[in-house]
């Protein structure tokens, strides 16, 4: 499983989390799988991905900034050896986790 990290939407956040309607946060597509919600956070120089909805409403509610966390909607999947063969085809960039080429935005 994996998320795609750079691509913001203009679903209202309330939309994909009923508990932060009206809320001023951008919502990622984080794939095609419309499963569930998760948020990246930033702890710097590292980053932990949250699936629960009480912590991601807590980050929420700190008004956070989109350079320490970010709600993804949806995920990417693949069947075995399919993510190994696109690789090597080119189609994706293996590098180490990095924060920073997360959250910042000129990236």
Do not use: C, H
Request: charged share 20%; no cysteine.
């Amino acid at each position: 499983m994996g998320i795609i990290l750079n691509k913001p939407t203009n679903v209202p956040v309330g939309e994909v989390l009923r508990q932060a309607k009206g809320r001023p946060v951008v919502v990622y597509a984080g794939g095609p799988v419309m499963i569930a919600v998760r948020g990246l956070v930033r702890t710097t120089p590292y980053f932990s991905v949250i699936s629960n909805k009480a912590e991601l409403m807590t980050r929420i509610s700190s008004d956070a900034g989109a350079d320490a966390f970010r709600i993804y909607t949806g995920y990417v999947g693949w069947t075995a050896g399919q993510l190994r063969g696109e690789v090597e085809r080119g189609l994706w960039r293996v590098t180490a986790a990095d924060a920073k080429v997360i959250f910042d935005e000129s990236r």
